[in-house]
């Protein structure tokens, strides 16, 4: 029988570089734009038409190559609905007896992929995916026999074995981690430089139409759409970055601003993710930059970190601990996810600033994530999966494999701390140190409790009180509770008033 293989491309696997690409130089390819997977969760209408338009390009450039292509796009076929669905098609179509994919990113594609050769009836050949810097095999190897898994030292390993940013077997600089270097608060009246973005092209265009067509009731806005849908556009603002921000990323990697979304970030998890930059060429493209003496090495560091070791380390976890670790709820946390998650309707400042930049640019960095809106979820014992399915939802660089134990893990310590050794928890004074948020907010941040008062102090330490049981015992946590009893009953008495008060009062 004629061998007639075809390779199935996913929307996060935009590279010439892939597995299944390399597997098979002149087999055919199925790209699809499918409702199962832009409604699995309700998306981000930019999350959408970027990965929509990024699809459709990636296409063209396989079919200059010389590649066949078959593409639906959305819609084309009402009967074609998932993967399984539209490789169905295919293969009658065309006689297809062998499908060649790149595994996928998320554990519920791949159930679905493996259960191929049984309900379609054919071979399936499910190849690693080596855009990752780290086995399946190296991180669970790894992991073996550890009581703790830190991404400290998984990091570590990933620098030996790189090379990136050592100096024979120690680390360039004499220390591995330079993240107390990196907690400066911006200058009053200091201005980041602008970003580079791209004006949408005629390809984006249509994808925009289609998705305020099927999908303008989801979350965000689309006028402000900018995303680099290209390689050659993703490898442009990295350029731009690395020039004008690498520099002072550094030191303000942790900072906030009213007004400014974007900093001194980066911009490429999305573009690393759908596979528009490769990551162990971003990280080298930044080590030069330190050793050119164009970037300090706390900046250098800081990001190198960020994808060499959290990005590798948090894909490695999802795929050790699913898909039981999705279900956990250490705190046993249910209250629903507010509103104003969706609307940025509120009062307090620093919340109405980072979903304010959601909504806009399906964008937040990471102390917005993690300090603010995933902070505020913890404290106020919202159900670990709604505030999951929040993420996943609203953000352009959020796929499950990274965005999961980001959240579940470090954000919301719902997995009792595999991912994280206590919380990351903190009160009103942590914004007011790296943002200038808290001088035009409702609330006050130097209050304790009571109605002016800003939630996130009572929240904080009402959040203790109610998890001691839990967090009493963490060596981490200790001077926090030796703080709590040396608090005044009164005070006391008037934290635990304020919670219950504005719990009671949060939709």
């Known amino acids: 029988m004629t061998d007639k293989p075809l390779i199935i491309i996913l929307g996060d696997q935009l590279s010439h570089e892939l597995s299944s690409l390399a597997a098979a130089p002149n087999a ?16 981000h209408q930019q999350k959408i038409t970027l990965i929509f338009s990024a699809m459709r390009h990636f296409s063209k450039a396989l079919k200059e190559q010389g590649r066949a292509v078959s593409y639906l796009t959305y819609g084309s076929d009402p009967a074609v609905s998932s993967f399984t669905d539209a490789a169905k098609m295919i293969i009658k179509r065309d006689g297809i007896n062998r499908l060649i994919v790149t595994e996928p990113a998320e554990w519920r594609l791949l159930q679905e992929m493996q259960s ?3 309900t379609l009836g054919i071979a399936v050949e499910i190849l690693p995916d080596t855009r990752f810097l780290a086995t399946h095999q190296e991180f669970a190897d790894w992991a073996d026999g ?4 830190r ?15 050592m100096d024979g077997d120690n680390p360039l600089g004499g220390q591995w981690n330079y993240d107390a270097d990196n907690r400066k608060k911006l200058p009053k009246g200091h201005e980041p430089p602008p970003r580079l973005q791209f004006a949408p092209d005629g390809v984006t265009q249509d994808v925009m139409q289609l998705v305020a067509q099927h999908f303008g009731n989801h979350v965000g806005l689309l006028d402000k759409f900018a995303w680099p849908v290209t390689a050659a556009q993703a490898a442009a603002q990295f350029e731009h970055w690395l020039e004008f921000c690498l520099p002072q990323f550094g030191d303000y990697q942790d900072a906030m601003k009213t007004g400014e979304a974007f900093l001194y970030h980066g911009l ?26 164009q970037a300090p090495l706390n900046a250098v560091e800081g990001f190198i970190r960020q994808i060499l070791g959290w ?11 699913m898909p039981a670790y999705a279900d956990s709820n250490y705190f046993d946390h249910h209250r629903a996810l507010p509103d104003f998650y969706y609307s940025g309707e509120t009062d307090m400042a620093c919340m109405r600033e980072a979903i304010g930049a959601t909504r806009d640019y399906a964008y937040a960095h990471h102390i917005q994530r ?29 796929f499950e494999w990274v965005q999961l134990p980001n959240t579940h893990g470090m954000a919301l310590f719902a997995d009792g701390g595999i991912v994280g050794s206590k919380p990351y928890s903190a009160s009103g004074a942590y914004i007011n140190r790296m943002s200038d948020h808290c001088s035009g907010c409702t609330y006050k941040v130097k209050e304790p409790h009571g109605d002016t008062a800003c939630p996130f102090n009572y929240l904080y330490w009402d959040f203790m009180i109610r998890h001691r049981d839990k967090l009493g015992s963490n060596p981490r946590m200790g001077m926090v509770y030796r703080n709590l009893d040396k608090m005044p009953d009164e005070k006391r008495r008037g934290v635990e008033s304020s919670a219950k008060k504005f719990l009671e009062q949060l939709k």
């Not at 199925?30 to 409702?35: K, Q």
């Not at 550890?146 to 898994?149: R, T, V």
């Not at 991404?151 to 940013?165: A, D, I, N, S, W």
């Not at 993690?370 to 959020?398: Q, S």
Request: aromatic residues 12%; charged residues 25%; proline residues 4%.
């Open 268 to 293: 490429v998890g999305a573009a690393i993710n759908i596979g528009l930059l490769d990551p162990l060429k971003v990280c080298q493209a930044a080590e030069a930059r330190y050793h050119s003496g």
């Open 116 to 118: 191929w050769p049984e």
């Open 151 to 165: 991404m400290e030292f998984f990091y570590r390993e990933m620098r030996r074995k790189t090379g990136l940013l």
């Open 146 to 149: 550890k009581k703790q898994l």
């Open 311 to 321: 990005r590798e380390f948090m894909r490695g976890l999802y795929w050790l601990k």
């Open 370 to 398: 993690l300090m603010v809106t995933g902070n505020f979820a913890l404290l106020a014992g919202i159900a670990p999966h709604d505030v999951n399915r929040w993420y996943l939802e609203v953000y352009a660089d959020a």
């Open 28 to 43: 055919p390819v199925l790209m699809a734009e499918l409702h199962d997977e832009a409604s699995y969760v309700r998306h």
